[in-house]
């Protein structure tokens, strides 16, 4: 069965700081991958999306970057956090065939301070 | 400009009532259209898929129904349970080659009281 991993669950850190969350897909080859932030009282936006090793789409002018070095790893980073980075950043994957469900991880909590 | 809205935004019933949970969708051209739901300061779990050519979805004692012409979704919990609680979202993918691009509402919070 598949499973997707994400971590750290929380994280603290001062304005100014670099940042680098890591996902990675356990169970299926060639994934879609994604990464969501869900700000305090906001719904969840889509950042980045891959369809492929090193094939990266952003989706909304940020302070954030994405990369994806393996078919199954999944990366977001920041060179220096701003406060309005601050939020619940959650990764997921879905298989490259139409109509297929979105899954998610468990999520990281960040908190810049 | 897609929106996805749910209405309420919080919901408390009693153990065993059967509820319904509203989702309206701005752009009736939509792919998919999916359930989630949320514990607190967890991951999404996903429910339901319903794809743009079917009318509802079944699991267990949930049920969750499409109507692109009137751009609404419903989730359906019959009698429902204190584990039920928890937050509700509908998301919608308007795109055939990468579903998982979603546009979510805002969530429905669900309180079932023992």
């Known amino acids: 069965s598949q499973t997707i991993h994400q971590w750290p669950a929380t994280l603290v850190q001062p304005v100014g700081s670099p940042l680098s969350l890591e996902c990675t897909v356990e169970g299926t080859s060639n994934p879609n991958l994604y990464w969501y932030r869900q700000a305090a009282g906001r719904g969840l936006q889509l950042l980045f999306y891959s369809v492929g090793i090193g094939q990266i789409s952003s989706e909304v002018p940020q302070n954030l970057s994405a990369s994806r070095p393996q078919d199954r790893q999944f990366i977001l980073s920041s060179k220096k956090l701003l406060l309005s980075d601050s939020g619940f950043y959650l990764c997921?994957?879905?298989?490259?065939?139409?109509?297929?469900?979105?899954?998610f991880g468990s999520g990281t909590q960040l908190s810049v301070l | 400009k897609q929106e996805v809205t749910q209405i309420p935004a919080a919901l408390s019933v009693p153990e065993g009532e059967n509820l319904v949970l509203n989702c309206s969708f701005t752009?009736?051209?939509?792919?998919?259209l999916q359930w989630f739901r949320q514990d607190p300061g967890k991951g999404l779990t996903s429910l339901l898929l319903?794809?743009?050519?079917?009318r509802e979805q079944t699991s267990g004692r949930l049920n969750a129904s499409l109507d692109k012409s009137s751009g609404r979704s419903t989730l359906y919990i019959a009698a429902s349970q204190p584990g039920d609680s928890a937050t509700y979202l509908c998301?919608?993918?308007?795109?055939?080659?990468?579903?998982?691009?979603?546009?979510f509402g805002q969530g429905t919070t669900l309180q079932v009281k023992p």
């Open positions: 998301a919608g993918s308007y795109g055939s080659g990468n579903t998982g691009k979603l546009i």
């Open positions: 752009d009736s051209a939509i792919y998919n």
């Open positions: 319903i794809q743009s050519s079917q």
């Open positions: 997921a994957w879905s298989a490259r065939v139409p109509n297929e469900k979105l899954f």
